[in-house]
């Protein structure tokens, strides 16, 4: 296997679950938060300040302190926080693609990344509502409050997608192959995947 693969889920479809697993199957590298990691040490940026800006966009300038960039004479000291973090996150995913065949979570790696495998994961919101309430280990949220979770983390995923490459977030046409691992289940969509990329162009 010679190709990287990126995976875009639907919050709570198993997307990470299934990359994981898919890397492991494939005997290949994994990337997710991983990503974060190596953007905070090569841009000295706490992992805290990526973790709290991670996929978000249209955050306005209120003060110094909504900058990431610190050296004054920096050229990009007046791009705003979310630019600035995926012009590094992006570096990153660049150089991992150069290092040979891996799967990537999120991020626009599908666009980032040169000529990859691209997949996305979705569910119904009941399946997903499921899922996350079987693996939540918070007391007490109620199936309400995790619908509304998932519509603001896939509100938030879709807006940052579209912002940063253009393309509709979870359009079938876009992608090499769209899964529904709410019918097929995670082992299914893990087999499929790794038939389908010797198959893609």
């Known amino acids: 296997m010679s190709r990287v693969i990126t995976i875009s889920r639907e919050f709570g479809s198993g997307g990470r679950e299934i990359g994981f697993r898919l890397a492991k199957k494939l005997g290949i590298p994994f990337y997710d938060k991983e990503v974060i990691s190596m953007a905070s040490e090569d841009s000295n940026i706490s992992e805290e300040f990526f973790h709290a800006n991670d996929e978000v966009v249209g955050r306005i300038k209120r003060s110094q302190n909504d900058y990431a960039t610190v050296d004054p004479f920096s050229p990009v000291y007046e791009i705003p926080v979310s630019d600035q ?117």
Not at 143 to 163: F, L, T
Request: one cysteine or more; proline letters at 3%; glycine letters at 6%.
């Open 85 to 201: 973090l995926f012009v590094i996150q992006s570096k990153i995913i660049k150089r991992l693609t150069q290092q040979g065949p891996c799967v990537i979570i999120g991020r626009c790696s599908d666009i980032v990344a040169e000529t990859p495998f691209q997949v996305f994961i979705c569910a119904s919101l009941k399946k997903r509502v499921e899922r996350l309430m079987s693996l939540e280990k918070e007391d007490g949220i109620t199936k309400k409050q995790m619908e509304a979770r998932i519509r603001s983390i896939d509100a938030k995923r879709r807006d940052y997608y579209q912002y940063y490459t253009g393309n509709e977030w979870g359009k079938p046409k876009n992608y090499h192959l769209c899964l529904n691992s709410g019918k097929l289940g995670i082992e299914a969509c893990i087999n499929l995947i790794a038939a389908s990329i010797p198959l893609a162009n």
